[in-house]
């Protein structure tokens, strides 16, 4: 039994589904790489202003940050000295541990995480928004979801 009282998938049904879930994945990250807006950063890189935007207080440890993306901490930490090379990411002492830097958006990055983003979003619509009905979407969100907090 599931935690839902349901019975427990196949592993033929399980693995079926990851499947097609990632090869979903791979097409449509094929597609967004490849969208203008990422002429300005690579996507990782909007992908790190985004989820520092998102953080509590905009701020965020490395290693904290590091749980939300698809990227090792040595890229990352990497990542993060060439955006703040740019002007975009500013670092300051964590008053907790002082050993760990806090990072955040500079006005700039901010700027840049905004403007990318409002383009991005349209364009990801154009993409996406006729494969699917508003029902379709909403189901896709909730067992999405559902998978992510079941393995954190």
């Not at 499947?19 to 994945?25: H, K």
């Not at 203008?36 to 690579?42: A, N, R, V």
């Not at 992908?47 to 520092?52: G, I, K, M, Q, T």
Request: aromatic content about 4%; proline content about 3%; glycine content about 4%.
């Amino acid at each position: 039994m599931t935690k839902t009282g349901e019975t427990v998938a196949s592993l033929k049904a399980s693995t079926n589904a990851w499947e097609s879930l990632f090869r979903a994945q791979v097409a449509v990250m094929r597609h967004i790489n490849s969208m203008p807006e990422f002429g300005k950063l690579s996507m990782r890189e909007y992908d790190v202003l985004f989820n520092l935007r998102n953080c509590p207080e905009g701020k965020s440890r490395l290693v904290d940050l590091n749980k939300h993306l698809v990227i090792t901490q040595p890229s990352l930490s990497r990542m993060i000295v060439r955006l703040e090379e740019q002007g975009l990411v500013a670092r300051e002492p964590d008053p907790e541990d002082h050993r760990a830097m806090l990072l955040s958006l500079t006005d700039k990055g901010l700027a840049v995480q905004r403007e990318i983003g409002r383009v991005h979003i349209n364009h990801l619509h154009e993409l996406l928004g006729s494969a699917l009905s508003e029902a379709e979407f909403n189901e896709l969100e909730r067992l999405s979801t559902k998978l992510r907090n079941a393995v954190s």
